[in-house]
């Protein structure tokens, strides 16, 4: 990288224009903006999640201020609130979507060789989803209940990186099972969920393509034991069965017989039922599976902490939906940048780095490795290193 760039032109490197280009021109062939360009939007609305900008007067502010280093930032056009809000909200946040997908397969092939935290050979995925509230005034689009609004961004996290490989964005008030609806099942992937997408005839999707799930049992369930593998009155796993639904909707939805793992957190001294397609695999194994999950729980919470997603520069759909995608593509550049600059250093530390030395001309990995190799995060923090989360058996 050369080293006369900003560090902000350095990582906006990685992005391929190609391929940018060509997913302005899929929605926005007959638009062609002199003097605010989509990529400018793009660059202004990058380094607004980098540097945690809190509102379009402040990203102008910013600028403004930076008025003599922006052309080296990449960006060819006056970055002033009213243009930024315009573009917002009338350029197609499709674009967005579509560019964020360039950068999830990417990221995806870099990260396709990290170890998953429980023995499985396959590509593996946590589905779940998360909602953002926002103002009942502001908002009157995103109506789910008489007094609230906001919008839910339901996510396909592949275990292998942490990388979000499929992203939904849909009201509030969409049940979380819809989701299961959207997705492409992929022939020998693994899929865990929590109960929220329990649905038999939804389920049973994954058996006729070969995909397998691993879910948790609703407490409503009527079931019959057909089988029993293994049972125990000590231990952490306590049943290890096959067994059919008794309701008769239940059993035309999936006919086929089920696996169930009756599984007992001596921690929290409470006991969980799981079910599972797959009869392969250890009992234990699946435990593990449904324990790492808790990545994708992990992953919402980072980026509400560390990027702006929750507080909006714009009250339309298409604003708020830009604004994620863009914050999702810069999740996936840092993430991109990680593993191409082979950094030890967690995601956070890379974003505070990259926070306050945007504008620097240095080498990117110069500003990278100069922080002190020996500080780490304390024990007790509560700052979310996504990347070095451990998953224990």
């Known amino acids: 990288m050369n080293k006369e760039q900003t560090i902000f032109s350095q990582l906006m490197e990685l992005v391929p224009k190609h391929e940018f280009n060509r997913c302005v021109k ?71 979507s579509d560019f964020a997908q360039v950068l999830i397969e990417r990221a995806r092939k870099l990260y396709a060789k990290e170890k998953l935290e429980f023995e499985f050979d396959n590509v593996a995925y946590a589905l779940d989803s998360t909602t953002i509230t926002l103002c009942l005034t502001l908002f009157p689009w995103a109506r789910f209940g008489s007094k609230k609004k906001g919008i ?47 649905d038999f005839a939804r389920l049973f999707q994954f058996v006729l393509i070969g995909a397998f799930f691993v879910t948790r049992l609703k407490k409503n369930v009527a079931y019959r034991r057909i089988k029993i593998f293994s049972r125990a009155s000590t231990g952490a796993i306590r049943m290890d069965a096959a067994i059919v639904p008794l309701s008769k909707t239940a059993r035309k939805n999936y006919p ?78 840092v993430a991109i940048l990680k593993k191409e600059l082979r950094l030890k250093k967690s995601l956070h530390s890379i974003l505070q780095v990259l926070s306050i030395c945007s504008i620097d001309k240095i080498p990117i990995l110069s500003a990278l490795n100069h922080t002190n190799k020996d500080s780490q995060p304390l024990a007790n923090s509560n700052q979310l290193n996504l990347f070095d989360i451990r998953i224990g058996h």
Not at 152 to 175: E, M
Not at 265 to 273: A, P, S, W
């Open 26 to 96: 899929r929605y926005c062939k007959n638009i062609n903006p002199r003097k605010f360009s989509f990529w400018d939007q793009f660059l202004a609305m990058a380094f607004a999640q980098l540097t945690f900008r809190e509102s379009l007067r402040d990203i102008e502010e910013c600028f403004s201020a930076l008025h003599s280093k922006t052309y080296h930032m990449g960006i060819r056009g006056r970055v002033i609130r009213s243009t930024l809000a315009y573009s917002n909200e009338t350029r197609d946040w499709r674009v967005w």
């Open 152 to 198: 839910k961004l339901h996510t396909q996290l592949d275990l292998r990186g942490n990388i979000p490989s499929f992203v939904h964005i849909s009201q509030a008030k969409v049940n979380d099972v819809n989701f299961l609806d959207e997705l492409i099942l992929e022939a020998g992937a693994l899929y865990v969920m929590d109960r929220g997408y329990f």
């Open 256 to 333: 086929e017989r089920i696996r169930l793992i009756e599984f007992y957190d001596e921690e929290r001294k409470k006991k969980l039922v799981f079910i599972t397609n797959n009869f392969a695999l250890p009992a234990q194994t699946i435990a593990d599976i449904y324990k790492a999950r808790w990545q994708i729980e992990l992953f919402f919470k980072w980026i509400k902490q560390h990027l702006r997603i929750k507080a909006f520069f714009g009250t339309s759909e298409n604003a708020v939906k830009t604004q994620i995608w863009i914050a999702i593509s810069v999740y996936l550049l």
